[in-house]
């Protein structure tokens, strides 16, 4: 128990280091903890990792998509809600399909129904991987909220796909009354009891005298409910997390202090970091187990499956996303489309390369049975397991590479924006302060004169009107203010060490903040 416990530790702080050198070398962190997890699995005396897929699915998965609905902007999620929608669902079957054929008529002792059911797993683009390539490259908006959007959605419909196809391959029958009755009813409840829990703790977090600390717990609680009552109801998990992380999100401003605000971005962004590190590292450390489970099967020629499964993977979603643009192009002449404007040949084929498959995937074949009803093994599972690995590590490692190449060689035209990101930053904040200054002139006139503090403030908020430095010359303006803020704590830490009297908690304060308006610095950059 110890030495694994010694062994636990020493990865958390091998995934640490590595995260900080992804950064540091410019790699998207995914790839170098999938390629890091593989070398460590392969040396002699590392005890064997067994991802046990109710871990990943109950454990990962509700808080992961919960901070990425979160952060979902619902203003996107409803512009590009067609083309969302259709990669969640409608490509995401086609996917499948097309894997079910190939699978069928190439890889021998393959059903349609097992065909199926290796296309459900591998179908859709992963949340997570989508979520940790597109922060570290710069892509155009519309790509990232597309992305964002499909990758909360898609789960779903994969799994759905994925659980009839296992009934069918288990039981040689099926029935499309049921299953297309399910379907409805795993969408539908999914995102009613999503919203319907997302209320209740809405209002849980305005009856309750709750503060930070107490709001901070509950929104960590606030998934795993979701996630297991709408499991329980035999409705969809991931559609009940999405559903109630986006409406919490969109009336965060209701319910949530400032202080709690601030305190949940930094929680949630450090404690879903290191869960998608132990993910992507638990997807590489699991190779020696999906070897040994192939048993006779060369694994030359189950590489060879995996490759070629990619293949289709890849060829049929850069056909899909041209399709949507020949269908946009026709639907334009009937309905508001949300851009009339037909792209470049290149935005096509980027967005089409961005579909990277990570841990859904891997949980998903993780969790066929060992053994049908009967007793018998179940068919193909372990070449299926195989075949998934090769999926996720050729997406992550050969596409979260070279999209990066890619758009530097094919920049694609980014048609939201005609300013630049600190133009329109710096409208916002001037905007803001001619608010501001209207306000007090208009609510407080009398008080200018009375409260000093107040007039120093209008006196501020009036030089930010004609003040241009943060536009032309921001990153000096940053560097002199952050060495102030700097020497500012240093006084602190001085005088705190040299009066011992002086109240310790007085100082953290005022320590606190600095920190907020050095991080203010930084947001603003």
């Not at 969302?84 to 129904?113: D, Q, W, Y």
């Not at 049929?316 to 792209?343: C, H, K, Q, S, W």
Request: proline share 4%.
């Amino acid at each position: 128990m110890l030495e694994n416990f010694a062994f636990y530790l020493g990865l958390v702080l091998l995934i640490t280091l590595l995260l900080i050198l992804a950064k540091k070398i410019q790699v998207a962190y995914p790839v170098l903890l999938v390629v890091a997890g593989l070398a460590v699995s392969f040396i002699p005396g590392i005890p064997t990792i067994k991802v046990e897929p109710e871990l990943i699915f109950l454990i990962f998965l509700p808080p992961l998509l919960y901070e990425a609905a979160w952060t979902t902007s619902w203003k996107d999620l409803w512009r590009w809600r067609r083309i969302i929608f259709s990669f969640a669902f409608v490509v995401v079957f086609l996917t499948a399909l097309s894997v079910a054929i190939f699978a069928n008529h190439f890889i021998p002792g393959f059903s349609l129904a097992l065909g199926f059911l290796l296309g459900g797993i591998v179908s859709p683009p992963d949340a997570v991987s989508s979520g940790a390539i597109l922060k570290f490259v710069k892509v155009p908006k519309r790509f990232a909220s597309i992305l964002e959007g499909e990758s909360l959605l898609n789960d779903a419909s994969s799994l759905i796909i994925f659980r009839f196809a296992m009934i069918a391959a288990a039981t040689g029958q099926f029935v499309w009354q049921e299953a297309a009755g399910s379907f409805v009813w795993m969408c539908i409840g999914g995102v009613g009891i999503g919203v319907l829990i997302g209320y209740i703790f809405l209002k849980l977090h305005k009856i309750l005298p709750t503060d930070a600390n107490t709001d901070m717990l509950l929104s960590l609680v606030a998934p795993f409910v979701m996630y297991l009552s709408s499991e329980e109801l035999h409705a969809s998990g991931v559609l009940a997390v999405v559903s109630g992380g986006l409406f919490l999100s969109y009336r965060n401003q209701d319910f949530l202090t400032s202080a709690s605000r601030l305190r949940a971005v930094t929680v949630w962004e450090s404690f879903c970091y290191l869960l998608n590190g132990i993910v992507f590292m638990m997807i590489g450390l699991e190779l020696p187990e999906i070897i040994s489970g192939l048993g006779n099967t060369n694994i030359y020629t189950a590489i060879g499956y995996g490759a070629a499964v990619t293949l289709v993977l890849v060829i049929v979603r850069i056909l899909a996303v041209y399709g949507a643009v020949v269908t946009t192009m026709i639907m334009r002449n009937f309905i508001t489309v949300a851009d009339p404007e037909p792209p470049d040949w290149k935005s096509p084929l980027l967005l089409g390369w961005t579909g990277m498959r990570g841990v859904v995937s891997l949980a998903a074949a993780l969790s066929i049975p060992l053994t049908l009803d009967d007793g018998s093994l179940f068919p193909q599972r372990n070449l299926i397991l195989f075949i998934t690995f090769v999926v996720i590590l050729l997406t992550l490692v050969v596409q979260g590479l070279t999209l990066p190449l890619l758009l530097k060689k094919f920049p694609p035209e980014d048609r939201d924006f005609i300013k630049s990101e600190k133009e329109i930053d710096y409208e916002i904040r001037t905007e803001l302060a001619q608010v501001a200054i209207n306000k007090i002139r208009s609510d407080y006139s009398d008080q200018i004169e009375t409260f000093p503090a107040l007039k120093d403030q209008l006196e501020i908020w009036e030089k930010k009107l004609n003040s241009s430095e943060i536009i032309i010359n921001y990153d000096q303006y940053q560097k002199i203010f952050s060495d102030i803020i700097t020497t500012q704590k240093e006084f602190l830490i001085a005088k705190n060490r040299k009066e011992l009297l002086l109240d310790d908690e007085i100082i953290r304060k005022h320590l606190r903040l600095l920190d907020l308006q050095e991080e203010k610095l930084n947001i603003l950059k």
